[in-house]
């Protein structure tokens, strides 16, 4: 079982940064894959980065390439997420999620936090 805990979403003007943070309770953290997702209003889930377990790669979608960038620090149990030149489009409820897997489809995800709300102004 795997508790995970958002951290650092708020309010920030176009071209703004924020970083968020996913706190993970356990000691098997380097174990999982973990990933962000986001859902914007009125719309579905969808993928934002990935950190591969072991392998160390990283997933990006391609609306936020270049732009964030998805870090892990093992040793804290903690997954971050920068987010730069942030966009009104990227206003959103942001999901930390965990997966025991090499895969980081959506549907093998098995653990997710609670959400943190990042809204973007123009």
């Known amino acids: 079982q795997v508790q995970l805990v958002e951290s650092g979403g708020g309010l920030v003007q176009a071209g703004g940064s924020l970083r968020l943070s996913c706190g993970a309770s356990g000691r098997t953290f380097s174990r999982y894959t973990m990933g962000w997702f986001r859902q914007p209003p009125g719309k579905e889930r969808e993928f934002v980065a990935a950190?591969?377990?072991?392998?160390?790669?990283?997933r990006y979608a391609d609306s936020v390439k270049g732009r964030f960038t998805i870090s892990r620090d093992n040793a804290k149990n903690t997954l971050y997420l920068q987010m730069n030149s942030l966009k009104p489009e990227d206003t959103a409820v942001y999901y930390c999620?965990?997966?025991?897997?090499?895969?980081?489809?959506?549907?093998?995800?098995?653990?997710w936090g609670q959400g943190t709300q990042v809204t973007v102004s123009s």
């Open positions: 950190s591969i377990r072991w392998r160390g790669d990283t």
């Open positions: 999620a965990a997966a025991y897997s090499d895969s980081w489809r959506v549907s093998a995800f098995d653990y």
